[in-house]
């Protein structure tokens, strides 16, 4: 995104951007990450806590590299909660760990939703202003980001949140022999995501969504 604004050439936005990114990072992520050890301890598994993860300290979450991806081209990552399965009372461990790593995603989606909400009624009653608009902008690329992050982390591919849930549906065998090959798969994920390739299908699915929640919202207000 940031690459885009630039090419755009408009100062605003890019600013504008810059301290969406800065807001996701600080704000968001840790609440994404925080959400996967809250649902882990509610179903028993206190490994977070354990570990200090269990907070929304932005601190204990920040993955550097991601961060950088966030504001080159609005996907991203930070670090993941660990989470043992076999602490949770759930009998069923696959279904667990689908539940807990949907709550991340699930906590983006809510987000986006909210900062749609917050940036129409902006809109509707204060974009007349230069403060109003960068104010709108603010929300509308909050909405974006958030929404792009729970597109992102649930492509079925390790290290990915959507990797754990297709845990669920796949038989352990092959799930693990996947993983065997996580470190190169993040390396590919970066390359596809910093030459456009992936980015593109992506933002594609990220804007179908934002057009329903700004539908929805309409509806309501």
Request: with cysteine.
């Amino acid at each position: 995104m940031l690459l885009t604004l630039i090419r755009g050439g408009n100062i605003v936005d890019i600013i504008v951007y810059i301290c969406v990114s800065a807001f996701i990072v600080f704000c968001v992520l840790p609440i994404h990450e925080f959400a996967h050890g809250y649902v882990a301890h509610k179903l028993g598994d206190d490994t977070a806590k354990l570990s200090g993860r269990l907070t929304l300290n932005p601190m204990a979450h920040v993955n550097w590299l991601g961060a950088l991806m966030i504001l080159l081209v609005g996907f991203g990552y930070a670090q993941p909660v660990p989470v043992n399965v076999s602490n949770t009372r759930l009998k069923n461990k696959k279904l667990a760990m689908a539940i807990i790593a949907f709550a991340g995603p699930l906590s983006n989606l809510i987000m986006g939703f909210l900062s749609v909400i917050i940036m129409v009624l902006i809109a509707r009653n204060a974009s007349n202003t230069s403060l109003g608009s960068a104010f709108a902008f603010f929300f509308q690329y909050t909405a974006l980001i958030n929404i792009n992050l729970a597109v992102f982390n649930l492509i079925p591919i390790p290290p990915l949140d959507g990797s754990r849930i297709l845990l669920a549906v796949i038989p352990s065998k092959y799930y693990f022999n996947i993983m065997k090959y996580e470190r190169y798969i993040v390396i590919v994920l970066m390359v596809l995501l910093l030459t456009g390739a992936l980015t593109r299908p992506l933002q594609y699915l990220s804007d179908a969504i934002y057009s329903g929640f700004f539908s929805i919202v309409n509806l309501i207000f």
